[in-house]
């Protein structure tokens, strides 16, 4: 079963993070992702990098992820 801390592996193995929590029960997850390759960026494109990063895995493994995606600025601001 995929963990939450795979999860977050999984993601900042593809996507540089300044900030980034997961939590979830083995399949469906919440995510915290802040980084800085999402400004400019709207939320479709965000997670179209998310989903990049997680690759097969999120048909194979994460039945469901829901995310939070911000830029630092937004985060802290």
């Known amino acids: 079963m995929v963990t939450p801390e ?3 592996r999984y ?3 593809g996507l540089a993070c300044d900030r ?3 939590s979830g029960d083995g399949q469906h997850f ?5 980084s800085p390759l999402f ?3 709207r939320l479709v494109q965000r997670h179209q ?3 990049a990063a997680l ?3 999120m048909r194979a493994e994460i039945h469901a992820l829901s995310m939070k ?3 630092p600025s937004e985060f802290g601001g």
């Open 20 to 22: 980034l929590e997961v």
């Open 30 to 34: 919440e995510a915290l992702i802040v």
């Open 39 to 41: 400004e400019g960026k």
């Open 11 to 13: 993601i900042a193995e």
């Open 49 to 51: 990098l998310v989903y």
């Open 6 to 8: 795979d999860v977050k």
């Open 55 to 57: 690759g097969d895995r």
């Open 69 to 71: 995606t911000l830029t």
